[in-house]
RNA sequence: CGGGGUGUGGCGCAGUUGGUAGCGCAUCUGGUUUGGGACCAGAGGGUCCGGUGUUCGAGUCACCGUACCCCGACCA
C-alpha cells in the first residue's frame, strides 16, 4: 500500500488498484475492460442497492426490466444521443458459432448473420423510449416513473476497476410526464436523493449543481449531477439526473391526449449512479490501512476476535461472544466472530482493517476476566477497554459516531481544497495539485474548451445548494462578464 | 487509437558475456506458538506469454504477434 495517500502521492493510481484487489473488492478479468467483483465487493454494492431502491420506492418509482439488446435502428432516431454513445458500443452481428471445418475450435459461423444487428445497450433511453410509446396514450397513464437495475456496456478505451469498466451494473430511471414543471422538478428531486444517499450513507461530502453545456448528457436540455473529492483532490461524478424536455419525446413519437383533448408529446427525465459509486467510496475514504467503509454500508459492521491459548478459553470466549452478538444483532447490527483457529489474532486484525469493518471487539481471558472488552474503531484507529454491561448500546452510538467522523473528515478535507480564484496564473498552478476551484465563467462553451485544452481542468458544476455564489466578476479565462462562480477541477 | 513499460511456480520478483531456472510470500506435513500480519524443520509446485529465426545450445539475441499496466484523447 502506498504511502502518503492524504498528500496525493504520484502512485494514486497503484495504491487504488491495490486497495481494490487486496480488498478482496475486485479484479480483472479475462474480458477486456471488464471486472469480476467479487463476494466481499459485491456484498457492498448490495447494500447500497438496496438503500437506494428504498429511497426511490419513496419517490414513487417503480422497477421495470428492458433488454440487453437494442435493434440498431433505434439508434437512428435521436442523432445527438447516438453522437454520444455510437463510438463506444459492442455489437451483436451474428447468431450462431460452428466448428471450424479447418481444424480445432469454434468459428462464427457465416451463414448467421442478423439481417439487422443489435447493439448491446450502452444505456437504454432508445429502447425505453420505443416501449413507452406503445404504454402511454391519455394523460391518465402519466407519470411513468420507472427504474432499472442492470449491466449495461460501452467499449471504453481505457478503463479502471469501478471507474471505467466496459461492462457496468447501474439504475437507470426513466420517467414521462405531462409537463415540463413536472418533469424538470422530478430531475432535481432525483439529483437531491442521490444526494442525500451519497452524504448520509456513503458519508460522502458532495456538490450539486448543473452541468455546462459542454458537459450535459448527450440529449438532454439539463444535466444535474452530485460531484465528490477524492483524497487526491481530483473530482468524481457520482451521479447525475437529466432533464430530457421532449427531444426523445418526438424521436420515438411518444404523444399522449391531455386534458384539453389535445395531442401532446411527453416531458422526460433520466438518472443513473453505478457501480462507479464503489469507486468513489474507496477513493473517499481508504487509508494506508485499507478500506475505510461507512458503518451504513458495511456488510459486517463488527467483527470480534477471540485471542486465547487452550481450547477451554476458546470456547469460555466464544461464548460470550455470542451473547454479545445476540445484544447487537437486536439493535440491528450485523455481526461477525471470526472464531478461525487456524490464524493468529495481529492476521485477523490486519485483514479486517483492510476490509475496513467500523468496529473491532477483541476479547481475550483478561478480558473474560475483567468483564471488559477491547474496541478498536476503523476510522480513527483509536482502542479502548470497555464494560461487556451496556456494550449494545455503547456500540450502537460508535457506529452512529463514526459514520458521522467519516463525513466529518471527508468534509473538511474537501473544504480545505476548495477555494475562490480569480487569477488565471493562480488558476493553471493550483488546479494542477488537486483543488477545487470557484471561478467566474462567461457562461460560453469555447472558453471552457479552451481552460480544458490548456490545463485538462473542467467545469464540473454550477452548484445549487452548497458553493453557490451568486455574484457579478470576470471569467477568469476570457475577462468577459460574469454572474456567478462555478466549480472547475481535474476530473476522474 | 498514439507514447512508454512489463509478461519467468498461486502472488511479488531475480536471472551476469547465451551453457539447460532461482529467491521471498503463499501452499502441504510435523512441532512449538497465539493481547498487532508467528517461528523452526522438511516437502510439493515452472512447455520462462505465443510464433518464427540466429546458434552446437535461447528465459537471455532478432523479427512478428499477443496480453496486461501506466500516461494522453473518450466517458458513469
Redesign the pocket.
Known amino acids: 500500500?502506498a504511502k502518503e495517500v492524504t498528500s496525493r502521492a504520484e502512485n494514486y493510481?497503484?495504491w487504488y488498484?491495490d486497495l481494490v484487489l487486496k480488498a478482496d473488492l475486485a479484479e480483472?478479468s479475462?474480458?477486456?475492460?471488464c471486472m469480476v467483483i467479487k463476494p466481499y465487493g459485491y456484498a457492498i454494492w448490495e447494500k447500497m442497492q438496496g438503500i437506494l431502491d428504498g429511497m426511490f420506492k419513496k419517490s414513487g418509482v417503480q422497477n421495470a426490466y428492458f433488454p440487453l439488446f437494442i435493434p440498431k435502428s433505434f439508434f437512428s432516431r435521436e442523432a445527438e444521443h447516438v453522437a454520444?454513445f455510437a463510438?463506444?458500443c459492442a455489437v451483436v452481428t451474428h447468431h450462431r458459432l460452428m466448428n471450424d471445418p479447418d481444424g480445432k475450435g469454434v468459428v462464427v459461423d457465416p451463414d448467421a448473420k442478423l439481417e439487422e444487428e443489435l447493439i448491446v445497450r450502452p444505456t437504454s433511453e432508445t429502447i425505453i423510449w420505443s416501449t413507452y410509446k406503445n404504454w402511454i396514450t391519455s394523460w391518465r397513464d402519466l407519470p411513468i416513473i420507472c427504474n432499472q437495475w442492470c449491466n449495461v456496456v460501452?467499449w471504453?478505451?481505457?478503463?479502471?476497476l469501478?471507474?471505467?469498466?466496459?461492462?457496468?451494473l447501474?439504475q437507470e430511471g426513466h420517467t414521462a410526464h405531462a409537463t415540463s414543471q413536472e418533469a424538470e422538478a422530478k430531475a432535481n428531486e432525483m439529483v437531491q436523493v442521490y444526494a442525500d444517499f451519497a452524504r448520509n450513507v456513503m458519508a460522502l461530502p458532495v456538490i450539486v449543481g448543473h452541468k455546462s453545456p459542454n458537459?450535459r448528457?448527450?440529449g438532454a436540455l439539463d444535466t444535474l449531477?452530485i460531484e465528490a473529492m477524492m483524497q487526491d483532490g481530483k473530482a468524481?461524478?457520482?451521479g447525475?439526473s437529466h432533464f430530457l424536455g421532449q427531444n426523445f419525446a418526438k424521436s420515438f413519437d411518444v404523444q399522449f391526449t391531455n386534458k384539453e383533448g389535445k395531442q401532446e408529446y411527453v416531458w422526460a427525465t433520466s438518472w443513473?449512479v453505478?457501480?462507479?459509486l464503489m469507486g468513489a467510496l474507496i477513493m473517499a475514504h481508504g487509508d494506508d490501512?485499507?478500506l475505510v467503509l461507512p458503518p451504513a454500508l458495511a456488510p459486517i459492521q463488527v467483527v470480534m476476535v477471540p485471542?486465547?491459548?487452550s481450547d477451554e478459553e476458546r470456547e469460555a470466549l466464544l461464548d460470550k461472544m455470542y451473547e454479545v452478538k445476540k445484544g447487537l444483532e437486536a439493535k440491528g447490527h450485523s455481526v461477525k466472530i471470526d472464531d478461525r483457529?487456524t490464524?493468529?489474532?495481529?492476521?485477523k486484525?490486519?485483514?479486517w482493517?483492510?476490509k475496513g469493518v467500523p468496529v473491532?471487539l477483541?476479547?481475550?481471558?483478561?478480558?473474560?476476566a475483567a468483564g471488559t472488552?477491547?474496541v478498536?474503531r476503523r476510522d480513527t484507529?483509536e482502542?479502548s477497554?470497555v464494560p461487556t454491561e451496556g456494550l449494545d448500546e455503547y456500540i450502537h452510538e460508535l457506529l452512529a459516531d463514526i459514520q458521522k467522523s467519516i463525513y466529518e473528515k471527508a468534509f473538511k478535507f474537501r473544504e480545505d481544497n476548495v477555494e475562490k480564484c480569480d487569477s488565471w496564473e493562480e488558476f493553471k498552478e493550483k488546479i494542477q495539485t488537486g483543488k477545487f476551484l470557484l471561478c467566474h465563467w462567461d457562461g460560453t462553451p469555447e472558453t471552457e474548451q479552451k481552460i480544458?485544452d490548456e490545463t485538462?481542468a473542467t467545469i464540473r458544476c454550477i452548484p445549487i445548494d452548497s458553493f453557490v455564489c451568486e455574484e457579478k466578476g470576470t471569467d477568469i479565462y476570457s475577462g468577459k462578464p460574469s454572474d456567478r462562480r462555478v466549480v472547475f477541477a481535474i476530473?476522474?
Not at 30 to 33: K, T
Not at 162 to 168: D, G, K, N, Q, S
Not at 343 to 347: I, M, S, V
Not at 362 to 368: K, V, Y
Request: net charge positive.
Open positions: 500500500m493510481s497503484q488498484n480483472q479475462a474480458v477486456r475492460g454520444g463510438k463506444e460501452r471504453e478505451m481505457r478503463t479502471r469501478f471507474l471505467r469498466t466496459a461492462e457496468f447501474w458537459e448528457f448527450a449531477t468524481l461524478q457520482a447525475t443513473g453505478s457501480t462507479r490501512n485499507g485471542i486465547y491459548k483457529d490464524l493468529r489474532p495481529g492476521f486484525f490486519a485483514e482493517e483492510l473491532r477483541a476479547m481475550g481471558p483478561r478480558d473474560l472488552v477491547e478498536h484507529l482502542k477497554t480544458k485538462k476530473s476522474y
